[in-house]
């Protein structure tokens, strides 16, 4: 059981626009900023979003990350074929002193 | 380029230990924190352990405190966990992750490949 909530999959066409969701409580997402990322199976996971909305050099102004109250979520527009992989949420946690993740939301492209 | 490669994962009996390395490269690593996270087979990732950049702090995850350390070795840019009494449940692949300079809220934003460790007897 994550301590960050995600639905487990999502699904979208090529060029829609699919969000996913993230929910925390007031010791995470609450009270510091949230990251996401990019895990195609079988590789590293990938920096996407940090700082609620940044964007590391190189990703996609496709992807775009908010946050508000003890929830988040990420955008992805102009769905693409590539976008298709697991996105997990993080959020420093005050409580445990330590990162919490979301469960993983599985996107695929129809 | 910045590189963070992981080794010492391999097959051990329940109640064994392990140790696994991480070297990094390609950035000044005595001034990182530094954090590894875990991937149970088909499963998401979980924080494991993070350490402080001059090793003064660490902390861990419920489930491997008191069974697991976490160190470094500046003068060599690498980091290390001691894991001992494993369980099945230990089973996962295990990342080290470069986190951020100040504090140890601030995203990883560089993961190794990650090596395997699986107990099982």
């Known amino acids: 059981q994550s301590v960050l909530t995600q639905p487990p999959s999502a699904s979208g066409t090529p060029g829609q626009r699919v969000t996913i969701s993230c929910s925390g409580s007031?010791?995470?997402?609450?009270?510091?900023?949230v990251a996401w990322y990019q895990q195609v199976p079988g590789t590293t996971p990938k920096l996407l979003i940090y700082r609620n909305n940044q964007r590391p050099s190189g990703v996609p102004d496709r992807f775009s990350g908010s946050k508000s109250g003890t929830s988040a979520s990420l955008a992805i527009s102009g769905l693409q074929s590539e976008d298709e992989s697991d996105y997990y949420c993080a959020a420093w946690d005050d409580s445990l002193y330590g990162w919490v993740f979301g469960g993983g939301t599985k996107l695929t492209v129809l | 380029e910045v590189l963070l490669v992981e080794s010492g994962g391999g097959l051990v009996q329940p109640g064994g230990s392990l140790r696994l390395s991480c070297a990094a490269s390609?950035?000044?690593?005595?001034?990182?924190?530094m954090t590894w996270v875990r991937q149970a087979p088909g499963k998401g990732l979980e924080w494991v352990a993070h350490?402080?950049?001059?090793?003064?702090?660490?902390s861990f995850v419920d489930s491997v405190k008191g069974r697991f350390t976490i160190s470094r070795d500046n003068s060599k840019s690498c980091l290390h966990l001691q894991m001992y009494s494993l369980r099945a449940e230990d089973t996962a692949k295990y990342y080290c992750?470069?986190?951020?300079?100040?504090?140890?809220?601030?995203?990883?934003?560089?993961w190794g490949t990650g090596t395997t460790v699986i107990v099982s007897s």
């Open positions: 350490i402080h950049p001059d090793g003064s702090e660490k």
């Open positions: 007031s010791s995470n997402i609450g009270d510091n900023t």
């Open positions: 390609g950035f000044a690593f005595n001034k990182y924190w």
């Open positions: 992750a470069k986190g951020g300079i100040s504090t140890p809220w601030v995203a990883m934003d560089v």
